[in-house]
Structures are given as structure tokens and as C-alpha cells.
């Protein structure tokens, strides 16, 4: 079946530090979303990505969607502890579903 | 992780009619899932915890008599949307917890409401 291959499974990194988590699906999506997931929370939808070869950045975050639109990555600059957290990564197919990625989960270390 | 399947996938269905979707588990025994509802390009909105052999609990402002929750085994949890609306119509999501608090998605399901 259709799958979105996610890694990193974690990442521990210094604060400051740069962080970066890569999605790559078998089949190509109409589009891509990234949710973060607080320890202990539910996700929060960061942003979708439509169009092929599209980046978007918010603040340090530099999200972007492949020219096939099978492949995604999230690019944290600079980490600070309120990054902590599991992201997801979830594509969506021609049948409106979403092929949820693994998650990465960012480790920050003291 | 878990693997988590919903059924179906996509729903049309006439007003005042109820709709069941399903949530399984395939290799986990899930003592917790959850439903979410998510309109286009926002967060999922959290309806409600399923815990196996007892009541679910609803987040406020979500009617439990319209959203009805079953868990009766480790690997299903079923959402009834009861007396549909087209304001019922919305992606519906599940998921598996974990004791450690991750999480496996569901696929989601498409509700039309007409």
C-alpha cells in the first residue's frame, strides 16, 4: 500500500542547533501537511504544501515540497526548547486520504 | 508503530441519516484511541478519548449523543455520527495512544453530509 517513509525517527541536538526531518512517499501527493505534537499533547496543523517544488518558511521553520510531490522536508534553524517535539508529516493521495509519516521526534539536549 | 485503518474512507450520506465509521488497530491493542475532526488547512480538532470497556470522554462542546463512541475491543473504536447534518460534514481522523503518548494515525474518513 501507500506509504510516507519519515526520518529521522529522533533527533537529539544542542539548542541552537539546526534540525531537519525528511517525508518520502511511494506515490505522488495532491498534497503535503505538517502537524507538531508537544509531549503529552495533541498535533497542531503547522502548514499544507500544494504546489511542486513549494517552500514556505515560518519564522525559523523552512518547509519544503519536492518537484514530484513525493518528498517534503522541515528545516528547524537554530533549535530552542520550545521546539521539542514529535513532527508529523501526512500526504495526501488522490482518494483524499492521509498517509501519515512516523513522526520525528526532536530531542534537545541540555 | 501501529498500523490503523478507517472505514470507509469516504461517506456521502442524506441529512438526518446516521453514519458509522470505524477505527482499527490492526497490530496493537490500543486501550486508547482517539477521534479528531478536521476542516481544510486546520489542526485536528480533538472530539474524544475511547477508552476500551468504559465511556469515552468528550472534549467540551462536543454532543455525545450525536457522536456516539463504542471501544469494545483493544483493536476497534466506532464513531456514529447520528441524525446527520451538512455541518457534520468534515474529515474525520482516528487514532491509537500508547502509554508512552505517541500516537498512530488513521487514514481518515471523508463525511458528506447532503
Known amino acids: 500500500g501507500q506509504q510516507v517513509m519519515q526520518i529521522p525517527q529522533y533527533q537529539h541536538v544542542q539548542e541552537g542547533e539546526d534540525f531537519t526531518t525528511y517525508c518520502n512517499s511511494s506515490?505522488?501527493?495532491?498534497?503535503i501537511q505538517w502537524y507538531k505534537q508537544r509531549p503529552g499533547g495533541h498535533p497542531v496543523f503547522l502548514i499544507q504544501?500544494?504546489?511542486s517544488g513549494e517552500v514556505k518558511k515560518q519564522k525559523r521553520l523552512t518547509f519544503q515540497f519536492g518537484e514530484a510531490k513525493k518528498n517534503s522536508s522541515l528545516h528547524i534553524t537554530a533549535t530552542q526548547t520550545t521546539d521539542v517535539g514529535t513532527y508529523f508529516c501526512?500526504?495526501?493521495?488522490?482518494?483524499?486520504?492521509?498517509?501519515w509519516g512516523a513522526g520525528t521526534k526532536l530531542i534537545i539536549k541540555p | 508503530g501501529a498500523v490503523v485503518s478507517q472505514h470507509p474512507s469516504r461517506v456521502i450520506c442524506k441529512s438526518g441519516t446516521s453514519v458509522k465509521i470505524e477505527c482499527r488497530s490492526l497490530?496493537?491493542?490500543?486501550?486508547?484511541m482517539f477521534w479528531y475532526r478536521q476542516f481544510p488547512k486546520q489542526s485536528l480538532m480533538l472530539m474524544a478519548t475511547?477508552?476500551?470497556?468504559?465511556?469515552?470522554?468528550?472534549e467540551q462542546g462536543v454532543e455525545k449523543d450525536k457522536f456516539l463512541i463504542n471501544h469494545a475491543s483493544l483493536t476497534l473504536s466506532t464513531l456514529t455520527v447520528t441524525s446527520a447534518h451538512p455541518e457534520d460534514s468534515s474529515f474525520y481522523i482516528c487514532?491509537?495512544?500508547?502509554?508512552?503518548?505517541?500516537?498512530?494515525f488513521g487514514p481518515g474518513t471523508r463525511l458528506t453530509v447532503t
Open positions: 487514532s491509537v495512544g500508547t502509554r508512552s503518548y505517541e500516537q498512530y
Open positions: 497490530d496493537f491493542q490500543a486501550t486508547t
Open positions: 475511547s477508552n476500551e470497556g468504559s465511556k469515552a470522554t468528550y
Open positions: 506515490t505522488t501527493l495532491s498534497n
Open positions: 504544501l500544494v504546489k
Open positions: 501526512a500526504g495526501r493521495d488522490s482518494n483524499y486520504q492521509l498517509i
